[in-house]
């Protein structure tokens, strides 16, 4: 079993739509998770990360997380074209070495 | 603040050869981490270093080796380069008071090996 489960996608959704990202892990040391924008021919951007469980916004980003379940989760409001993107979770103990997702591939469509 | 950079961006190179690349952090950066990116196998971590000193290192074989020189510049080395080597090269830095968990990266390095 991987450390971190990500499904590649694509996703394809209508612009506007809500858009639902997650992820699965199985180490329960991780206490850090966050999620990273990926556009293509560039480096991972930061968007957003939580410390432990529970729920932290950003504007059209929510980012969840469920330590219980070992299930973290991001949400996009009010998609848009621009959100086109490979959404990538990431995750680490602390001062230790951050496990990446392959990364979800999303397609927003005019 | 200028981004973290990182040269060259493109490589070709042929097995057996071997290959260093480099990156500069965001200005009073001090923790540097590198990365390998492919489609197979997504974003792995290398090695990240500290004030000079490797402070993680990732599941990868000796070929591939890092420093980082005071100003917190840092290069990576690949000796004896394989195929599979093949993948873009990622370097991010991090600000000092954060746990590693807010990473800056740079535009990566594309290297293939033929």
């Known amino acids: 079993q991987k450390e971190v489960e990500q499904d590649p996608g694509p996703l394809s959704v209508p612009e506007g739509a809500i858009v639902s990202l997650n992820c699965t892990y199985s180490n329960s040391a991780f206490q850090y998770f966050m999620w990273y924008r990926q556009y293509s021919r560039k480096g991972p951007e930061l968007l957003m990360y939580?410390?432990?469980?529970g729920n932290k916004e950003d504007g059209r980003f929510t980012a969840q997380v469920d330590k219980s379940s070992k299930y973290i989760s991001l949400f996009i409001r009010d998609s848009q074209p621009s959100d086109s993107a490979t959404y990538l979770c990431a995750m680490s103990g602390v001062g230790d070495k951050i496990i990446f997702g392959k990364g979800t591939r999303l397609h927003i469509l005019p | 603040k200028a981004g973290v950079t990182q040269t060259p961006r493109y490589l070709i190179k042929t097995r057996g050869q071997q290959v260093t690349l480099s990156c500069s952090p965001i200005s009073g950066h001090r923790s540097v981490s590198w990365y390998q990116q492919t489609p197979g196998q997504g974003l792995q971590f290398l090695f990240e270093?500290?004030?000079?000193?490797?402070?993680n290192k990732g599941n990868f074989p000796g070929r591939f080796s890092g420093r980082q020189f005071s100003n917190s510049r840092s290069e990576m080395n690949v000796s004896t380069l394989e195929l599979g080597d093949s993948a873009l090269y990622l370097c991010?830095?991090?600000?000092?008071?954060?746990?590693?968990?807010?990473?800056?990266f740079g535009p990566g390095t594309r290297l293939t090996v033929t």
């Open positions: 991010a830095s991090s600000p000092e008071g954060t746990g590693g968990e807010v990473q800056y």
């Open positions: 939580t410390y432990s469980s």
């Open positions: 270093y500290f004030s000079e000193t490797q402070r």
